[in-house]
């Protein structure tokens, strides 16, 4: 019989791991030397000024941002998008 086996990571180290994962995912698809095209969750919060991850989660499910999976738990996002997407909502000053 297989046994599953489960890995604990804290923080730091989840986000170092992904930082290592779109690193990998750079690298393998050329995108070295472009603009930073696709971004982590947190840079996108970043981006957004927010802290929630509902939050962003909301704005990926309303078609509001762009992002990409390209792999099953690796989630990121379109700075382009996030970009449009604050440009949209900008309010000129009387």
Not at 21 to 27: A, D, L, P, Q
Not at 38 to 48: G, N
Not at 52 to 57: A, E, G, I, K, V
């Amino acid at each position: 019989m297989k046994t599953n086996e489960v890995i604990c990571l804290d923080n730091p180290a989840f986000e170092a791991l992904i930082d290592r994962v779109v690193s990998y995912i750079k690298e393998t698809h050329n995108l070295k030397g472009k603009d930073e095209t696709w971004i982590t969750p947190e840079e996108a919060k970043k981006r957004l000024n927010i802290s929630s991850d509902t939050t962003l989660l909301q704005l990926r499910n309303q078609g509001k941002i762009r992002f990409s999976q390209p792999m099953h738990k690796v989630i990121l996002y379109d700075a382009g998008s996030i970009d449009t997407y604050l440009e949209e909502n900008a309010r000129n000053t009387f």
